[in-house]
């Protein structure tokens, strides 16, 4: 069975560039999450969806980032303008349910200059 | 909200030799769950061990065990008869049972090594 999928693993880019990461869950996983982590530290979440409903968005910073996961398969996630700040390792994880266990793909490293 | 400690930035262990990982957490909430993930260097982030909050009995997954002391609100994990494969950042996290609540609290992560 294939695991949760992300895409770019590695992205530069510079200050004020738009970036796009996508991800795959795993297949019949209703409940696709993105977390931020930064380096030393453990994940945040940043979005949950169930299905295709985003059902809590409160640490997403909505003024420069965006999600959306159409017809409640893959998602994406979208940051523009992108700040120095945003440098992080952004990770999609995916679960059978809310209290399923938590399945992550390896992540999108963003470093922004 | 919920927030979830892990006192050790680094440990160290050598092969073959237990470690005890330490978490605790705070919460007013007294069903949950508590998780301990490993992330091993550049690879993926995977459960090791799952604790229900309502069950008395202390999780166990092979040569992983965790000591839960609800009370205390401490959660730690022993790792036995280490092995090399298992050097990685491990994070304690925490999750709520309520409907609606299926956000995962992070700590900020042990960083383990394993010396041959």
């Known amino acids: 069975e294939a695991g949760v999928v992300q895409s770019p693993r590695y992205k530069i880019i510079e200050k004020k560039q738009p970036v796009a990461f996508w991800c795959n869950p795993i297949?019949?996983?209703?409940?696709l999450y993105w977390y931020r982590q930064n380096l030393g530290q453990g994940p945040e979440l940043l979005i949950r969806?169930?299905?295709?409903?985003?059902?809590?968005d409160s640490q997403l910073p909505k003024d420069r980032f965006s999600a959306e996961r159409l017809k409640g398969v893959d998602s994406t996630l979208k940051i523009q303008p992108a700040e120095l700040g945003d440098s992080a390792v952004y990770l999609c994880?995916?679960?059978?349910?809310?209290?399923?266990?938590?399945?992550f793909g390896e992540g999108s490293r963003l470093t922004v200059l | 909200a919920q927030t979830v400690t892990q006192s050790q930035p680094e440990m160290s262990v050598q092969e073959a030799e237990t470690v005890t990982l330490s978490c605790t957490y705070d919460?007013?909430?007294?069903?949950?769950?508590l998780f301990w993930y490993k992330q091993p260097p550049s690879r993926q982030m995977i459960l090791v061990i799952r604790?229900?909050?309502?069950?008395?009995q202390n999780a166990t997954e092979n040569r992983f065990s965790v000591n839960f002391q609800k009370a205390a609100k401490s959660f730690s994990l022993k790792i036995s008869d280490s092995q090399l494969g298992d050097a990685a950042m491990y994070f304690c996290?925490?999750?709520?049972?309520?409907?609606?609540?299926?956000?995962?609290?992070f700590g900020d992560g042990t960083t383990l090594t394993v010396k041959p």
């Open positions: 994880a995916s679960s059978l349910g809310s209290f399923g266990e938590l399945f």
């Open positions: 969806y169930e299905n295709e409903e985003a059902v809590d």
């Open positions: 996290a925490y999750r709520s049972a309520l409907a609606n609540a299926g956000k995962s609290t």
């Open positions: 919460t007013s909430e007294s069903d949950y769950y």
């Open positions: 604790q229900e909050a309502y069950k008395q």
């Open positions: 297949s019949g996983h209703n409940t």
